[in-house]
């Protein structure tokens, strides 16, 4: 408590409205302007309900990616996350802000979240408390505990928040903000300890026959998933005390979005309860979780744009002295830091994510191949066959990333400026997510199943399409909404 009254609450220390560089003024311009003489239905279309088609659509795919033999929970988690991080800094460029200085964040934490066990709640939504019938269970506590698992994805929204306030933070600030979500934390699991009856259904029953493995597993899950629950309670208290808006926005529309999809998850868990043999229960919650996880990720992309062009005119200077936006072309060390530690970060995030993709499909190409089959490796081993896939996936990844850095440093010293259009984004996203999607078809493969991926996948494109097309119109300054770009 001394430290939380010792946070400041001047805004010239801890600044409190999103930062995003204005990387292409005359774009941004076009933006605004086109923004301003459209109708609000045509404005609410275009920034929140195409994006949260992509998004969500994006979602699916590469939510279902993450439950499949191969990968395990944090790597497994890092291709939503990443692929929803790179699709946030597409959407944002294609208006003239660069974002790139937060996706790394955005996709690690929505990776932190992955890491939490939740299929144990599956059983408990239709009454029972698994294989067997140990136990009863009030289904609702399944749902509510299905919830507090989607919210431990809420270190991406508040990992988000945190990247795009000001880096000139003080020590104490960042302190608090390490130290108090910790401590709500550890609160959380004493709770635990010192009221099992409530969190843990059937815990006096444990002991007893037929129940040891069923108690270790919910003791463990519960207990991690309340504790993850609390870190988020801290995040957003230490985000009010203060009065970091984007923290608290983001940390609030990721963590409950995410619960919701879980416990949605859930929901459709009990639909394929009533007809067990239509398809993979388990991959039509994933598409589901994923399109609505997805579609929170695009709500928190829609308030940040919202509140950047509240703070900001339309030629790109700040009409509020918030120090929230900074301007790429003031020629400055604190714009060229940040655009320098922002490609560092966006490079990362999408090599981690090419890397991850392609690691855990070697499990499955290695059986196909017949280099070994499944008796012999578990999704987590490496035989020596799956490190020489993985090996020769590694370096044509990295090849390719050591040859466009070598071309743009070369460029460079020449005096030759190689800036990444805003247009060009739009080809690298699709041949991203066409990537993403040939791995999840192929690793994932069920026919049913496939069909909805294969949906899914159309509506990215369409949808994708649309918003390239909108961004070219409004850029020349039409503001057309069906005008190619």
Known sequence: MFLLSKLSYKMDECERAPMITIEDAPLYQAYRSSSASSGPKDRFFIDLVLPALAFGSIGAITYAIRGTGGWGGFDGGIIPGMAWAWLWYYMMRRKGLDARGIVLWLGLGIAAGAMLGYGQYASWVTGSSGPGSIDTIDPWLGYAWFFIAGVGFSPGGVLLGWALGSTRLSAKTWLARLLVPAGFALLGWVLTLAMPAIFFPGISRCGQAGYDAYCERMVSTNTTNFAFLMWWVGALVVSLLERDKATLACGLIV?????????????VYSLWMLAPDFMDWWKAWELTTGFIGGVSCALALYWVQRHVDKITASDGHVIEDEGAVLLAENGTKAADGHRGAAVVTSLL????????AWYGSTYYLGIDLSLYTEVDIAQNDFLP?????ITIGTVTILAGFTWRLARHVKNKKAGIQMQLKARDLYRYLIYLVLYLFIIGIYTIWEMRIAMLYAVHFGIALIVLDRIDEHAGSFQRGTGALGTSG
């Open 349 to 356: 995030a999408l090599l981690s994510l090419l890397l991850v």
């Open 255 to 267: 963590g409950i979005g995410f619960g919701l999809a879980q416990a949605l998850g859930g929901a």
């Open 385 to 389: 066959a799956r490190i020489v896939l």
